[in-house]
């Protein structure tokens, strides 16, 4: 690992372990530690004592194991061709299954345990106070658990039940063809999943409507197919939810998101009362185009864009810090530390894996992986990343393990806060006009996708999931009707609702993981509550902000959230997030 030494722009893997003889000798001890905690299964509940001891054990071992896979799994992203980088990763693989299979009885014992008994434990020894919220959080799920049988039944149906979306994967990303179509140069390309959004936002019409019409040519010649496999999916989620008697397939997936339906309709009616903006950005699209009529193949253009703008690592972290710098001093001490200390690892290599994340490291630090081109949006990428590793900083140094993760209702706040206040800084910095618009731009459309493009997802998921409960048959051309209708309510009379949009829904492969897409959009208008609160400078916010991060689950997210004065239930969060985005629509009309 010497080499991932170079420079403060890579990883230096010795902060997790010094050598590979180091990881080995940690693997190794591991593997003991699991057999230690094996000796409690079937006795778990028996007393105070096995449930501390045991929980004392899993602690330990889930600290050693964060390391432990991390170092397999960044080793295996930094070059992906190499051997033995793809040994260590399997290797830490197969341990997360022994790890898994190993502690595997802990919620079902706790789960199936006299109730009135696990709160005399928790009343009597204090030792088990660090481990009350995952106990109580099991006992809270415990009306949901089926008798040992059945969940042993449902157990043995998951891989049959995970089919539908298995099958849709491999029918669009391996067999799907799109077709070619004639580029801005006039040269013949191909058109594939990952370059689509790109011919989409070309300033040429023709390369935009042929990629439109090509994309939706493939989808609709097996829309009976996927309709099949997308309301088979329907179907066991229907029959799950209400097998674990939930009232319905959404009470179930919020309360599994710890969130409440109440968050989800409030969403949907703040955002539908708050349309007439989305369609009055649609008609200033329709103007800065300067077209008689727009389409939705024209939507990802920015008519502000000139061309490609270059931007050094050092210049880009010179951004950053300044937009972050309202955080205050120990929030930009840690990002110079971040930038420092290999904490990321910056840019494109052989093999290195494509995207970007941030993943904490229990003990250690966060570690960032990109890919940066020094295209000016990887400015962007690097503050949303350092936001998920800020959030597992804070919340890593101020729980335990247990509860430092936090849950995908808040995962995205913290990023987006960050996206949004540098978003804010490079327009009030910015001095040439047609650069502040196209920046303008960005930051509207950006909240336009994230807000109502998702809360049209959700509106979509939400209509054909409540069908399904009523017992209606649905088809795809039933599917399809539905998907347009709602792009006709979501971008009004101003554009042109091209046939083609009704096939939209069946390329969303979040459709397969049920009332998932509606956490963006509570996501985006937490993060805008939050960052005009920081923006607006309201004294003692950026510490009660720092002070919620540093939670991790201690709490639901809903409260975690009302922590700075954000409530999802509330039908006002999402009215300010349309405010918010018409002060931006009007400001970008001020300066053209």
Same mark, same amino acid.
């Given at each position: 690992?010497?080499?991932?030494?170079?420079?403060?722009?890579?990883?230096?893997?010795?902060?997790?372990?010094?050598?590979?003889?180091?990881?080995?000798?940690?693997?190794?001890?591991?593997?003991?530690?699991?057999?230690?905690?094996?000796?409690?299964?079937?006795?778990?509940?028996?007393?105070?004592?096995?449930?501390?001891?045991?929980?004392?054990?899993?602690?330990?071992?889930?600290?050693?194991?964060?390391?432990?896979?991390?170092?397999?799994?960044?080793?295996?992203?930094?070059?992906?061709?190499?051997?033995?980088?793809?040994?260590?990763?399997?290797?830490?693989?197969?341990?997360?299954?022994?790890?898994?299979?190993?502690?595997?009885?802990?919620?079902?014992?706790?789960?199936?345990?006299?109730?009135?008994?696990?709160?005399?434990?928790?009343?009597?020894?204090?030792?088990?106070?660090?481990?009350?919220?995952?106990?109580?959080?099991?006992?809270?799920?415990?009306?949901?658990?089926?008798?040992?049988?059945?969940?042993?039944?449902?157990?043995?149906?998951?891989?049959?039940?995970?089919?539908?979306?298995?099958?849709?994967?491999?029918?669009?990303?391996?067999?799907?063809?799109?077709?070619?179509?004639?580029?801005?140069?006039?040269?013949?390309?191909?058109? *594939?999943?990952?370059?689509?959004?790109?011919?989409?936002?070309?300033?040429?019409?023709?390369?935009?409507?042929?990629?439109?019409?090509?994309?939706?040519?493939?989808?609709?010649?097996?829309?009976?197919?996927?309709?099949?496999?997308?309301?088979?999916?329907?179907?066991?989620?229907?029959?799950?939810?209400?097998?674990?008697?939930?009232?319905?397939?959404?009470?179930?997936?919020?309360?599994?998101?710890?969130?409440?339906?109440?968050?989800?309709?409030?969403?949907?009616?703040?955002?539908?009362?708050?349309?007439?903006?989305?369609?009055?950005?649609?008609?200033?699209?329709?103007?800065?185009?300067?077209?008689?009529?727009?389409?939705?193949?024209?939507?990802?253009?920015?008519?502000?864009?000139?061309?490609?703008?270059?931007?050094?690592? !050092?210049?880009?972290?010179?951004?950053?810090?300044?937009?972050?710098?309202?955080?205050?001093?120990?929030?930009?001490?840690?990002?110079?530390?971040?930038?420092?200390?290999?904490?990321?690892?910056?840019?494109?290599?052989?093999?290195?894996?494509?995207?970007?994340?941030?993943?904490?490291?229990?003990?250690?630090?966060?570690?960032?992986?990109?890919?940066?081109?020094?295209?000016?949006?990887?400015?962007?990428?690097?503050?949303?990343?350092?936001?998920?590793?800020?959030?597992?900083?804070?919340?890593?140094?101020?729980?335990?393990?247990?509860?430092?993760?936090?849950?995908?209702?808040?995962?995205?706040?913290?990023?987006?806060?960050?996206?949004?206040?540098?978003?804010?800084?490079?327009?009030?910095?910015?001095?040439?006009?047609?650069?502040?618009?196209?920046?303008?731009?960005?930051?509207?459309?950006?909240?336009?996708?994230?807000?109502?493009?998702?809360?049209?997802?959700?509106?979509?998921?939400?209509?054909?999931?409540?069908?399904?409960?009523?017992?209606?048959?649905?088809?795809? !051309?039933?599917?399809?009707?539905?998907?347009?209708?709602?792009?006709?309510?979501?971008?009004?009379?101003?554009?042109?609702?091209? !046939?083609?949009?009704?096939?939209?829904?069946?390329?969303?492969?979040?459709?397969? *993981?049920?009332?998932?897409?509606?956490?963006?959009?509570?996501?985006?208008?937490?993060?805008?509550?939050?960052?005009?609160?920081?923006?607006?400078?309201?004294?003692?916010?950026?510490?009660?902000?720092?002070?919620?991060?540093?939670?991790?689950?201690?709490?639901?997210?809903?409260?975690?959230?009302?922590?700075?004065?954000?409530?999802?239930?509330?039908?006002?969060?999402?009215?300010?997030?349309?405010?918010?985005?018409?002060?931006?629509?009007?400001?970008?009309?001020?300066?053209?």
């Amino acid at each position: 690992m010497d080499k991932l030494k170079e420079n403060k722009e890579s990883w230096n893997l010795t902060d997790l372990f010094k050598s590979k003889e180091e990881f080995h000798k940690a693997v190794k001890q591991m593997q003991e530690d699991l057999k230690k905690i094996e000796n409690y299964r079937g006795k778990l509940c028996d007393s105070a004592d096995n449930l501390y001891n045991c929980y004392n054990i899993y602690e330990s071992i889930l600290i050693d194991f964060d390391k432990i896979y991390s170092y397999g799994m960044f080793s295996y992203h930094l070059n992906m061709a190499d051997q033995e980088g793809i040994k260590l990763f399997k290797e830490v693989e197969n341990l997360s299954s022994e790890f898994d299979k190993a502690v595997s009885f802990m919620t079902p014992e706790i789960t199936f345990a006299d109730e009135q008994k696990i709160n005399q434990y928790l009343k009597e020894d204090t030792r088990l106070k660090k481990y009350e919220r995952d106990i109580r959080d099991i006992l809270e799920k415990k009306k949901h658990i089926l008798s040992k049988e059945e969940e042993n039944i449902l157990a043995n149906y998951s891989e049959v039940f995970s089919g539908p979306e298995n099958i849709y994967d491999i029918l669009t990303n391996a067999e799907f063809k799109f077709g070619t179509l004639i580029d801005e140069k006039g040269k013949e390309v191909e058109l *594939t999943d990952a370059t689509y959004t790109k011919y989409l936002k070309s300033k040429d019409i023709s390369v935009r409507k042929q990629a439109f019409q090509l994309m939706y040519k493939k989808y609709s010649e097996c829309m009976n197919t996927i309709a099949e496999m997308y309301l088979t999916n329907v179907k066991q989620t229907v029959i799950t939810s209400k097998l674990r008697k939930y009232k319905s397939s959404l009470e179930k997936a919020t309360i599994h998101d710890d969130a409440t339906i109440k968050v989800y309709e409030s969403l949907m009616k703040g955002v539908n009362e708050g349309l007439e903006v989305n369609h009055e950005f649609i008609s200033l699209k329709k103007k800065l185009l300067n077209m008689e009529e727009i389409h939705m193949y024209d939507l990802y253009v920015n008519p502000f864009e000139q061309k490609e703008d270059k931007i050094s690592f !050092e210049d880009a972290k010179k951004e950053v810090k300044g937009a972050l710098a309202i955080l205050g001093k120990e929030y930009t001490g840690m990002l110079n530390e971040a930038f420092e200390n290999h904490w990321i690892d910056v840019y494109e290599k052989p093999n290195k894996r494509g995207g970007a994340y941030s993943s904490g490291v229990y003990g250690v630090h966060p570690f960032v992986l990109m890919s940066f081109t020094e295209n000016k949006r990887d400015v962007s990428t690097i503050a949303h990343e350092l936001g998920h590793s800020m959030h597992s900083y804070y919340s890593n140094k101020s729980q335990n393990i247990i509860d430092a993760g936090y849950t995908i209702m808040v995962a995205e706040v913290a990023s987006t806060v960050n996206e949004i206040l540098l978003s804010e800084y490079q327009i009030k910095n910015e001095k040439d006009k047609i650069k502040k618009a196209e920046l303008l731009y960005e930051l509207i459309e950006m909240i336009r996708g994230t807000f109502y493009r998702q809360s049209m997802f959700a509106e979509f998921e939400k209509e054909v999931h409540e069908k399904q409960e009523n017992g209606e048959m649905l088809s795809a !051309e039933d599917l399809n009707k539905i998907y347009y209708a709602l792009n006709q309510k979501y971008f009004g009379k101003d554009i042109l609702i091209d !046939e083609e949009i009704q096939y939209e829904w069946s390329r969303i492969p979040h459709f397969y *993981t049920d009332f998932y897409v509606y956490k963006y959009a509570t996501g985006i208008s937490a993060a805008i509550c939050i960052a005009t609160k920081i923006l607006n400078k309201e004294e003692g916010f950026v510490e009660k902000y720092i002070h919620m991060l540093s939670q991790g689950c201690m709490k639901k997210s809903v409260d975690l959230l009302k922590m700075v004065d954000v409530d999802l239930e509330d039908v006002h969060t999402y009215k300010i997030t349309t405010k918010f985005y018409k002060d931006k629509i009007e400001e970008l009309k001020s300066l053209i």
